[in-house]
Structures are given as C-alpha cells and as structure tokens.
C-alpha cells in the first residue's frame, strides 16, 4: 500500500513487526503493537531509543510523521508488569519419562504462584532497573587485586610500584590459575567486558532466545514458513566463564540438621527454600556470597525416591515476612541421600564424576527456578540477566558422610527450559533430551561435544 512503512518493535519477548502509515496516530500504532504481540492489557509502553528515554505517548492527536519515524527503524516495547501481559508457562513434564531412582525432583504443579519469588520482573528497561545491595556495594569497588612487594624483582622503595607488584585486575587469567579459580565471578566477567577505551559503551547483554521471532512479513508464520531473520540461531553448548554466585554459607549449622530431620524420621527424600541474603566475597575477586539464614519447607508429597511440590497457600505470607526481615529467596535444597549402614549413620556415594552430580531433572527445575529470580542488571537489553539462585544437593560423598554441593545451571540451560525445549530422559539420569521441531513449536539445533549436562552446571 502506497505510503506504508514498517517499523520493527523489540520487545523482552522478540522482535516483531507493524506496517503503520505516516498519517495514522500513534494511538492506532499502540493498537497494531498490542494486536501482533497478542497482548492481554495495554500495561506497556513504547520508546524511541534503547534507553528508553524518548516515550511515544498514545494520543489521537499525534500523528506519526511528527514523531521522525521512518520506514525500517526500531522502536522499543516496555511492559509495565510483564507478568500480566505475557503468560508464563511454568516447567512441562509431559515427555518425561524419568523413572531413575537417582533424579529426585519433579516438576512443580500448579502456577509460578505457588513458589518463592524475589518479587523481581523478567523484563523491564535498563535505566528502571533496580539492581541488587550487593551489585551497587559491587560497583563502588575498583576490585583491584593487591599485591606485596616482591623482595626478589622489586628494585624501589616502600612506597614505589612496579610491573611485578602493581595491582591486577580482577580478570587476570593466571592469577586465577594460581588459586584454583575456574570461574570468574559475574563482576569481574563484567569489569572484563568495559575493560578498554570505550569502558562499556557498546557492552550489551543479550539473553538467549529459541523461539522464532514473531510477526515476520516475508513468509507465512511457523509451520508454513521460515526465514534467517525470524529463525532462532543454533546453540553450541559451551562452559560458562562466570558464575553469578560464587559461594553459599549457613549462618548455622542447626539450620541443615533441623532439615534433615525429616529424611532420618521417615528416610523420604525433601526439599526446601533458602532465605537470606547476598554479600560481598572477601576471597573471591568482586565475587558474591549467598547467606542462608532460613529453610522453608513447602507442602510436599514425597518417597524414598521422588518429591512433588504441592500449591501453598501460605506461600505469600512466608514471602511477606521474609522481606519485613531484609530477606529473599536466594536458592533451594533437596536431599537424595540412602542409608548405607544404620549403624555407622553412613549414606550410599552415588553422584559423582563416573555418574552425575544433577540429573537432567533437576538440571531443569533449578532452571526454571532461576528463570523466576532473574539478575538484575544495568547491561543487559531488558535489565535482567542470568539469576543469582542458587541449588543445594544434600548427598553422600566419597567417605559416605552427609554432605553438601552448591549450583548453578548456565544461561543456555536457563534459556532451553523456559522455552520448553529441554526435557529429561527415561533411563539414563545425567542426560537431558532436546524436543524435535513440530508443527507447534520449532527447536532450534543445539550443537555439543561431551554430555551437555556438564555445560550446564557449575560449582558454586
């Protein structure tokens, strides 16, 4: 149609496309963006930048072409409560088929409402974004590593600096070696990102997304028609540099024994919610540590070998309370232990490197809880990235004692469960099964070179 031009919306749920006159209002563009979004309210807004600086307002009066909008150029959605506009599926048994005794977990029934949640949205504008206490104390620090005089190399006075005592940046690779560090933590990730002349400027954290990219004009929609710029890019499961937590500590010992109560009383497996906090790490180059100050146990249904989550309608009221007590929910805990030897109090050693140390299963659900408490951060294109939740597996180890491993699942595992396109497999524990592209949904190829398992998870 003569005097038609397009504009592209990107949105925390893609990026589609309107085709707009430049004598329409912007009201009536408000109007084709809810439509081809498939929006439930008009709770959004629209800017002209990245930045979301410059608001188009929705006016009958204001016409297009006094906005300087062009045929091609972008436009940027904000919704104002994503949670309302957008459905947010939660985690999808439906192909599992997981009847191995060593994956514990299975899915959470009922809504995202019946679990813990920061009250953090997975979606908003960088410059709305309210980062975390701990980022901002973070931000203030240079994260220098300091470092003595060496009495060998050395040739200055006491107050002199050279190359071989001068501080080191928080991303130096061999001082990293030297202490045993595999993972960077987030902030040093992030000085090493703004490192440079442009400091950052052009620094911009994109989460992974693996569905097609909706309102494409060229063709017709999924099934009937692909096309480069609407397909999600293929994933090669790579190890994740960084970790958004680096360490989790029980500020008392009775907080775990008063958990574990409940397996040595019925010898049924459990699982709980950490409340606490985040601080600062003094051993960890701008590093971050998870204080569990409190364990949660919600309404479960459970055996030797499995645990259900079941809907708790008191769920608000213990998310209430932790925040009157500077609280949040900062990870979950479940128990996979099997006596050995009543009389020796010993367990079975079942996850290790010649097994699995998560299964496919809880691979997924801590996934999908941590895709519930995004990171909030001031790079990223829609002010969230990764999640600071964490996962606690109580189990045997080596010398059959009790004993606790902390997790995390990488970003690529994060963005496979929340777009269903991961599930476990019936026989074999520690390997997870990519859905098949089908007429409803389509999957993109995920590349690997060993057990993709171990690309998702990471110590902590």
């Known amino acids: 149609m003569a005097g038609q031009i397009v504009l592209r919306v990107e949105s925390p749920d893609g990026t589609k496309r309107v085709q707009v006159s430049p004598t329409e209002s912007s009201y009536n563009l408000f109007e084709k963006v809810y439509n081809v979004f498939s929006l439930t309210n008009y709770g959004f807004t629209l800017f002209n930048d990245r930045n979301r600086k410059n608001e188009i307002k929705s006016s009958r009066s204001v016409y297009l072409s006094s906005l300087n909008l062009k045929h091609g150029d972008k436009i940027y959605l904000c919704p104002l409560d994503p949670d309302n506009i957008w459905e947010i599926p939660g985690p999808s048994n439906a192909d599992s088929a997981n009847g191995s005794r060593s994956s514990s977990v299975v899915s959470t029934p009922g809504s995202t409402t019946s679990l813990p949640s920061n009250g953090k949205k997975s979606s908003g504008s960088t410059s709305q974004v309210e980062e975390d206490e701990v980022d901002k104390q973070l931000w203030k620090l240079d994260g220098k590593i300091k470092r003595l005089k060496d009495k060998k190399y050395c040739r200055h006075g006491d107050n002199g600096c050279c190359v071989h005592c001068s501080p080191l940046e928080p991303y130096d690779e061999e001082y990293l070696k030297t202490q045993n560090m595999k993972h960077l933590s987030f902030h040093s990730y992030l000085r090493k990102m703004t490192a440079g002349v442009a400091k950052g400027k052009f620094l911009l954290l994109e989460n992974i997304s693996c569905r097609i990219k909706e309102g494409c004009a060229g063709h017709l929609p999924w099934p009937k028609g692909i096309c480069s710029k609407c397909q999600p890019s293929a994933i090669t499961l790579n190890r994740q540099t960084y970790r958004h937590v680096d360490n989790i500590m029980f500020e008392n010992s009775e907080l775990v024994e008063r958990f574990l109560n409940y397996w040595r009383i019925t010898g049924h497996q459990r699982i709980g919610f950490l409340y606490g906090r985040y601080e600062t790490h003094p051993d960890i180059p701008l590093g971050i540590r998870a204080i569990v100050a409190a364990i949660y146990e919600p309404p479960q249904e459970s055996s030797r070998d499995h645990v259900k989550l079941l809907p708790d309608e008191k769920q608000d009221i213990v998310n209430e309370l932790a925040r009157c007590l500077g609280l949040s929910c900062v990870g979950w805990i479940f128990t996979d232990l099997l006596t050995e030897d009543m009389q020796t109090g010993t367990v079975k050693y079942v996850r290790n490197i010649k097994s699995h140390f998560l299964s496919a299963q809880e691979c997924i659900m801590a996934g999908y809880f941590q895709n519930l408490h995004p990171n909030p951060c001031r790079y990223a294109s829609n ?37 269903d396109c991961l599930v476990p497999t019936k026989d074999v524990p520690e390997l997870g099964f990519v859905r098949e592209s089908s007429d409803k949904q389509y999957v993109p190829d995920v590349y690997y070179k060993v057990c993709m398992i171990k690309f998702f998870i990471f110590f902590t």
């Not at 189990?395 to 469960?417: F, I, P």
């Open 383 to 419: 002010g969230y990235f990764g999640s600071k939740f964490v996962t606690v597996c109580v189990t045997g180890d080596e010398k059959c004692q009790v004993h606790m491993e902390g997790y995390s699942v990488s970003n690529q595992c994060m963005a496979l469960v929340k777009d």
